[in-house]
T-cell receptor
Framework: DTEVTQTPKHLVMGMTNKKSLKCEQH?????MYWYKQKAKKPPELMFV???????INESVPSRFSPECPNSSLLNLHLHALQPEDSALYLC?????????????FGPGTRLTVT | EDQVTQSPEALRLQEGESSSLNCSYT??????LFWYRQDPGKGPEFLFT???AGEEKEKERLKATLTKKESFLHITAPKPEDSATYLC?????????????FGQGTTLQVKP
């Protein structure tokens, strides 16, 4: 089973709201990723967690706050977002990073900021 | 600078008309090259991993090949359900990270 699940599928939020995106995998992967994808563009890496510790932050604004409660779960907390943050947010997981292991993506959360 | 370029940007084929998608890369050492398929509004679906020049992998109507400078995704006798955006990504050898460098993608449309 190579399934990564994400909830919710769609999210509409105002600029003053606080919301969270959730991601779960049960493949035993120890690396998890958050990506942002705009229309007709490739995924853009935001954060990488390795062994539940944040290992890469691609200079993402602090209004995005990631959390990895355990090896199967990944959250992305959202606060005071801007309309330009509207995008498809993708979660991915892979076997231990540093080696060549493919990343498996979830279906994504379509976020609209009004 | 590590870079991935995919061509063409868009490709229209008739059903049954075979063709190839190109992924050219410049990287300071290749750890692996990945092909993904992405349907509109959905997450990328993993297709293949290629590690070294000369390697080939097949899945149904798709065949991926790798040289030292580029990879090809050959589509044989495509069907309308093969319509999607195909993404190529490389993982550089340098740096102990899982960071991938993506190309811009090729959007394939197969008409019946």
């Amino acid at each position: 089973d190579t399934e990564v699940t994400q909830t919710p599928k769609h999210l509409v939020m105002g600029m003053t709201n606080k919301k969270s995106l959730k991601c779960e995998q049960h493949m035993g992967h120890r690396a998890m990723y958050w990506y942002k994808q705009k229309a007709k563009k490739p995924p853009e890496l935001m954060f990488v967690y390795s062994y539940e510790k944040l290992s890469i932050n691609e200079s993402v604004p602090s209004r995005f706050s990631p959390e990895c409660p355990n090896s199967s779960l990944l959250n992305l907390h959202l606060h005071a977002l801007q309309p330009e943050d509207s995008a498809l947010y993708l979660c991915a997981s892979s076997q231990i990073w540093g080696l060549t292991y493919e990343q498996y993506f979830g279906p994504g959360t379509r976020l609209t900021v009004t | 600078e590590d870079q991935v370029t995919q061509s063409p940007e868009a490709l229209r084929l008739q059903e049954g008309e075979s063709s190839s998608l190109n992924c050219s890369y410049t990287v300071s050492g290749l750890r692996g090259l990945f092909w993904y398929r992405q349907d509109p509004g959905k997450g990328p679906e993993f297709l293949f991993t290629l590690y070294s020049a000369g390697e080939e992998k097949e899945k149904e109507r798709l065949k991926a090949t790798l040289t030292k400078k580029e990879s090809f995704l050959h589509i044989t006798a495509p069907k309308p359900e093969d319509s999607a955006t195909y993404l190529c990504a490389v993982q550089p050898l340098t740096g102990n990270t899982g960071k991938l460098i993506f190309g811009q993608g090729t959007t394939l449309q197969v008409k019946p």
